[in-house]
C-alpha cells in the first residue's frame, strides 16, 4: 500500500516525514513528487543522523516512488488513488502565499472527487501558524475560482490537518540527507481515510497545536532568524557559530524574554527547551548556514517575530529584542550579512524610514509612535 502523496521532496521531508512513516513501519508508503524540479531524484537516501560526537547512518525507506511535480497526470492520478489517504506538503513558507500549489492541489482533489475515492487529509508541514487553515483557505479559494461545487465537496471531504513540525535539517548534497538526532511533531486535525502510527516515533495528536506551534516559531525559528541577520553581518557563518558569539547570544535572550512572556505555556517548560535549544544550536558538526536561513524573511518576519512585538506592545511594553531583529533584517536587505535571496523582499527594503517599514508589515504598527522611535534608534545604530 501507498497511502500517502507528498509534493515538495526535499531534505526536510527526508528526515521528518518520510522517517517517521518507516519508524512506524505498518505497511504506508509514500510516492512522492518534486515541488519544482523537472527530474526527481531516486527513492533511496542515506539519512546521517549528525549528534555532537557520532553519527548514526539509516536508509529510511517509506518512500516507494518518486515523480517529477512537473508530471501533472502521475500528480492527479495518485491523489485520486483509492489507496490514497493522506497528502503531506514541505514546500516553503512562500508556496501558500502564490497560486501554484493551491492550483496543484485543487487539481488532484477535482480528479479524486471524479473518480469518488472519498475522503483524505491533507497534512502541511511547513513552519506557518495553523498550516493546515492556511491550506485550506487558499486551496477553498482556489477551488471557487473554477469550481463552486468542488469547493463544497472538499468542504464536506478533505481534513485539514495542523502541524508543529521540527527536526533541523540543513541543505546537503543528495543522496546524504543530514539531521539532527532530535525530532518532534504535533498534528491536530482528522484523518478520515487512516494514517500510520507515527506516535510510534513520538508523534503526538492533539486537540490543539497553538501552544506547541507558538513555542517553536517563536523560540527556535525566531531565534533563527535573529542570528541569521544579526550573526551573518557579524561575519559568522553559522548556527554554531552564532550561538556562541556574545553579542548575539545576549540579543537572544533578550527577545527569548520578550517570545516567553507571551508564550501560555509553564514556566519550567519554556526554561527546558530554551536549555535545549542552546544545546542543539551548539552541536558544531551540524553545518546550519546563516545564509539559507536568511531567505525569504518577508514571509519569515511576519510570523515568527511579529506576534511578540505586538502582543509586547499591547501590554504597554517595549519589545527591544524584537525590534533589533526588524533592525538587522532591514540592514540585511541593504546589503548587511547574508547574500538576499527573497522574492517579496523590495516593498521592505525601499521602506525609507521606521514608519514606512512598520507600515508595509503592518499599518497598525506604523501608528504608534513609541514603536517608531524605538525602530529609528535602532536602525540608526545599524547604519553606523
Ligand atoms: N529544513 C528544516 O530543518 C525544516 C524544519 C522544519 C520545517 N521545514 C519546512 O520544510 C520546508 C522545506 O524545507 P527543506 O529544508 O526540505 O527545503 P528544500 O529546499 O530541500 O525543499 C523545499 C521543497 O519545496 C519545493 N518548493 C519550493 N518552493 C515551491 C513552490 N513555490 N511551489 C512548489 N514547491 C516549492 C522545492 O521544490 C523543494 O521540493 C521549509 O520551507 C520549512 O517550511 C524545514
Ligand atoms: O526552513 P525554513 O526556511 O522555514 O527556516 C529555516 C530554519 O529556521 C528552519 O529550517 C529550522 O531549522 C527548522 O524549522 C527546525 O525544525
Known amino acids: 500500500m501507498t497511502g500517502i502523496v507528498h509534493l515538495g521532496l526535499g531534505n526536510f521531508f527526508r528526515a521528518h516525514q518520510a522517517w517517521y512513516t518507516a519508524e512506524a513501519n505498518d505497511g504506508w508508503g509514500i510516492a512522492a513528487f518534486t515541488g519544482r524540479s523537472?527530474?526527481?531524484?531516486?527513492?533511496?537516501?542515506?539519512?546521517?543522523?549528525?549528534?555532537?560526537?557520532?553519527?548514526?547512518?539509516?536508509?529510511?525507506?517509506?518512500?516507494?516512488?518518486?515523480?517529477?511535480?512537473?508530471?501533472?497526470?502521475a500528480w492527479t492520478t495518485a491523489v485520486a488513488s483509492p489507496e490514497t489517504a493522506i497528502v503531506t506538503l514541505t514546500v516553503t513558507e512562500a508556496a501558500y502565499a502564490g497560486d501554484d500549489v493551491p492550483?496543484?492541489?485543487?487539481?488532484?482533489?477535482?480528479?479524486?472527487?471524479?473518480?469518488?475515492?472519498?475522503?483524505l487529509a491533507i497534512v502541511p508541514c511547513d513552519n506557518l501558524p495553523g498550516n493546515g487553515e492556511v491550506a485550506r483557505r487558499v486551496v477553498t479559494e482556489a477551488a471557487r475560482r473554477t469550481d463552486p461545487a468542488l469547493a463544497g465537496w472538499i468542504a464536506e471531504n478533505v481534513s485539514f490537518v495542523s502541524t508543529m513540525v521540527d527536526r533541523i535539517t540543513p541543505a546537503s548534497a543528495p543522496p546524504e540527507v543530514v539531521t539532527e538526532p532530535f525530532h518532534e511533531w504535533v498534528l491536530q486535525g482528522a484523518f478520515p481515510a487512516g494514517r500510520p502510527a507515527w506516535d510510534v516515533a513520538g508523534a503526538r495528536f492533539v486537540e490543539d497545536v497553538l501552544p506547541h506551534e507558538q513555542r517553536k516559531l517563536w523560540l527556535l525559528n525566531g531565534g533563527h532568524s535573529l542570528l541569521a541577520y544579526v550573526g551573518s553581518a557579524r561575519n559568522l557563518t553559522t548556527v554554531a557559530e552564532a550561538v556562541d558569539d556574545p553579542e548575539c547570544r545576549t540579543l537572544l535572550e533578550t527577545w527569548w524574554d520578550e517570545a516567553a512572556a507571551c508564550l501560555p505555556l509553564p514556566a519550567e517548560e519554556i526554561r527546558d527547551y530554551r536549555a535545549a535549544l542552546v544545546e542543539r544550536w551548539e552541536n558544531a558538526r551540524i553545518r546550519h548556514l546563516l545564509a539559507q536561513i536568511a531567505m525569504d524573511g518577508s514571509q519569515k518576519i511576519p510570523i515568527?517575530?511579529?506576534?511578540?512585538?505586538?502582543?509586547?506592545?499591547?501590554?504597554?511594553?517595549?519589545?527591544?529584542?524584537?525590534?533589533?531583529?526588524?533592525?538587522?533584517?532591514?540592514?540585511?536587505?541593504?546589503?548587511?550579512?547574508?547574500?538576499?535571496?527573497?522574492?517579496?523582499?523590495?516593498?521592505?527594503?525601499?521602506?525609507?524610514?521606521?514608519?514606512?517599514?512598520?507600515?508595509?508589515?503592518?499599518p497598525a504598527l506604523a501608528a504608534d509612535d513609541d514603536l517608531v522611535t524605538a525602530l529609528d534608534d535602532e536602525l540608526r545604530v545599524a547604519a553606523r
Open 304 to 362: 515568527r517575530v511579529l506576534p511578540v512585538l505586538r502582543r509586547t506592545r499591547e501590554r504597554g511594553g517595549m519589545p527591544v529584542g524584537a525590534v533589533r531583529v526588524l533592525a538587522a533584517w532591514h540592514r540585511h536587505l541593504h546589503g548587511a550579512g547574508a547574500p538576499v535571496n527573497d522574492a517579496g523582499a523590495a516593498r521592505f527594503a525601499s521602506a525609507a524610514t521606521a514608519r514606512d517599514l512598520l507600515g508595509e508589515l503592518d
Open 103 to 119: 492550483g496543484r492541489l485543487v487539481a488532484g482533489l477535482a480528479a479524486r472527487k471524479a473518480a469518488n475515492t472519498g475522503s
Open 38 to 73: 523537472p527530474h526527481a531524484p531516486g527513492p533511496r537516501y542515506k539519512l546521517i543522523t549528525r549528534g555532537p560526537e557520532t553519527d548514526e547512518i539509516s536508509w529510511p525507506g517509506a518512500i516507494t516512488s518518486t515523480h517529477s511535480g512537473l508530471d501533472r497526470a
